[in-house]
């Protein structure tokens, strides 16, 4: 674990924005002897907006229980201000669990990344629509799932996942998984789903996007990460990158190029939800990241 881990608090807040908030945050936490070691925060406008706040605080100094700090906080500041918060602990690592088709590169970079503590998750599952990498996966000691999704028994196989995963996961993440989730499967996991999505979003969404891209001679490729919602690839984008191309690269020199930019814009994606600096604000995000 690293150093301050086992001791690090971290408090999210939304609220309407006005005076005072920063005061009657970090004065709440002064008394109660929390020591503010990260702190960072947005307004999305300079008058009548919203006020937005990610910090980071030490706890060996508390002169009273976690519950407690919750509870007072909660009547004492978030009450006030009407806040939506979340108080959260790095020592609690997050539970992940991954679905996937057949392509292997997403997948496999959360797995190595995860065992050698480079994401703050552990992984209790994968799950895939297919067998073929099964074996890749077992190799981790992780449990893998074989859900195969058809037309014909769609609703079926999303009724097994939910019962999978519900209460049992705090984040999904689809590194590939090649299959539209029901509305219904995505209503158990509100802002708990992120996937990777192989174009630069908004454009080139659906399949074969490298195909479009090169039919089209682009000059950039990219990926998009972002959190699932009903509408099909129109979710709160969390991360985006891409890479310049030209007119020499095949449709096969995009998708070879684009897999690299995926596997690194959905580690950075997963990585910031792990460590609770997403906020969801409607249809984008706010994301604080050093």
Known sequence: MVDGESTTARLLITCPDQPGIISAVSTFLYHHGANITDFDQHSSESQDGKFFLRLEFQTPGLDCSLDALERNFRARVAAEYEMDWRLTYARDKKRMAILVSKHDHALMELLWRTMRGDLAATIPMVISNHEDLRGEVERFGIPYHHVPVTSENKADAYAQMVSLLEGKVDVIVLARYMQILTP?????????????????????????????????????????????????????????????????HSAADLKSLGQDVERSVLLRAVKWHLEDRVIVDGTKTVVFVK
């Open 184 to 248: 219904d499967f995505v209503s158990h996991f509100p802002h708990q789903i992120i996937n990777i999505h192989h174009s630069f979003l908004p454009a080139f969404v659906g399949a074969n996007p490298y195909l479009q891209a090169w039919e089209k001679g682009v000059k950039l490729i990219g990926a998009t990460s972002h959190y699932v919602t009903d509408d099909l690839d129109q979710g709160p984008i969390i991360e985006q990158n891409v890479q310049r191309v030209s007119h020499r």
